[in-house]
């Protein structure tokens, strides 16, 4: 079905509404990922759970990165930079998010190792695909709350507290991270 007047995909002069657009790529990606594992059960794949597989594993590679360095590189300093009492107050929040990257991106890495692993060699052992399920039931329990942490609380406290110039100044970086050009002024 087709819904007219759907509201366009953000750019990067909107910076955490893009931000958050990626937040639901993670989620459909880290999806496929569980589904092709409940399907498979390590074993042989068929052409769409191959295809699948390699989308995500790739997606979790590339482009996923980018996303947490816009956060850590771009948005968190300038947060922190701000001195205003309600981002005081968040900065125990986003250190905690900053640890959820690096516990997550720790179980990318198995996730990859795992599932490259499974492509090579066309099968997981038993132990391998029970540490597979794990490891990516770890990784939706983190992306939930954290993503619900950034979409609820610091995103909205970003849009009110940083300045329109230095958001601007995210979405530039994030155009560059991504090797595209942004304009100067939004």
């Known amino acids: 079905m087709i819904q007219i007047g759907q509201k366009a995909s953000p750019t990067f002069e909107q910076p955490l509404e893009l931000l958050a657009d990626c937040h639901r ?5 880290l999806h496929a990922l569980v ?19 390699e989308t995500a594993l790739r997606y979790f590679r590339e482009a996923a990165p980018k996303h947490t ?15 205003d009492q309600a981002v005081a107050a968040a900065l125990a929040k986003i250190d905690a998010l900053e640890s959820d990257h690096k516990v ?3 179980d990318h890495k198995l996730v990859e190792e795992l599932g490259q692993k499974w ?9 391998e695909t029970e540490q597979l399920t794990r490891t990516l039931q770890q ?8 993503i619900a942490t950034e979409e609820q609380e610091i995103f909205p406290l970003a849009a009110r507290c940083v300045p329109r110039s230095q958001l601007a100044e995210v979405g530039r970086e994030m155009a560059g991270r991504r090797g595209q050009k942004q304009s100067k002024q939004l």
């Open 35 to 53: 589904l092709v594992t409940e399907q498979a059960h390590g074993g042989e794949l068929n052409r769409l759970q191959r295809e699948g597989l």
């Open 69 to 83: 360095a816009d956060e850590e590189e771009s948005l968190f300093p300038r947060m922190r930079q701000l001195g």
């Open 25 to 29: 790529r993670v989620e459909s990606f």
């Open 104 to 106: 997550a991106g720790e």
């Open 119 to 127: 492509l090579a060699t066309g099968r997981l052992t038993n132990g």
């Open 139 to 146: 990784l939706e329990n983190i992306y939930e709350g954290h």
